[in-house]
């Protein structure tokens, strides 16, 4: 049992180049998460889906987009990249409606030059 | 809105002293409280939660109790180690989002000297 991993783990893009992070989960969750983590300010979430087939935005979508044609993965993309997308992206996962505690994945660090 | 307030890090402390890490936050509703560690390069790893009043969580000698009147949950140990050296972020759930999104802090840095 994995839990969530995430690949890459570390990435470095030129400013306009595109990417996707992958984010899979073994636990049968409904719900799933993407976070950045930048200094000082925590972790924000920028989109989220409440089951397969389902996307919505959190509080930083701008300049990211999601899938998630199977429930056991959530990918992030990265359309056009710009430096100021330089940050720690953290995807997350959580079971039913009366489980509020999240489980994350390890991170891929990703530099935007 | 919903959001979260923590003490300014980093905080240092000697091995065995106490720890206080405060949190407070603003909600609408009832919500469920966490505390998640950080290890370096790691993700995050819940701590403890309280899911409502006068509950207290606690794992690993750490604890927090959720504390409606004053709508904090402040973290506290009563003898670091170490190995405790981490970010400590505060955050919440509230039921009546649809995805029962969690609201962070911004997170306390923890260095625990020998």
């Known amino acids: 049992n994995a839990g969530v991993t995430q690949t890459p783990k570390f990435r470095v893009l030129k400013t306009g180049q595109s990417m996707t992070l992958l984010c899979a989960q073994d636990m049968n969750h409904e719900y799933m998460y993407w976070y950045r983590q930048d200094p000082g300010m925590g972790l924000r979430l920028i989109h989220y889906s409440v089951g397969e087939g389902t996307t919505a935005k959190g509080e930083v979508p701008d300049g990211y987009n999601v899938s998630r044609l199977k429930k056991q993965n959530f990918l992030l993309g990265l359309e056009s990249a710009a430096p100021s997308q330089t940050s720690v992206y953290f995807c997350?996962?959580?079971?039913?409606?009366?489980?509020?505690?999240?489980?994350f994945g390890p991170g891929t660090r990703l530099t935007v030059l | 809105g919903n959001s979260v307030t923590q003490m300014e890090g980093p905080v240092t402390l000697s091995e065995e002293a106490f720890l206080t890490i405060n949190c407070t936050y603003t909600a609408t509703g009832y919500p469920s409280l966490f505390w998640y560690v950080q290890y370096p390069g790691e993700g995050l790893q819940l701590l403890l939660k309280?899911?409502?009043?006068?509950d207290k969580g606690s794992n690993k000698g750490f604890e927090a109790t959720y504390r409606k009147e004053t709508t904090s949950f402040h973290l506290e140990k009563g003898s670091v180690q170490v190995s405790d050296s981490a970010v400590y972020f505060c955050a919440l759930s509230e039921g009546n989002n649809a995805g029962n999104m969690l609201t962070f802090g911004g997170g306390t840095r923890l260095m625990v000297k020998p």
């Open positions: 309280a899911t409502k009043a006068d």
């Open positions: 997350a996962s959580r079971g039913s409606l009366n489980h509020r505690e999240q489980f």
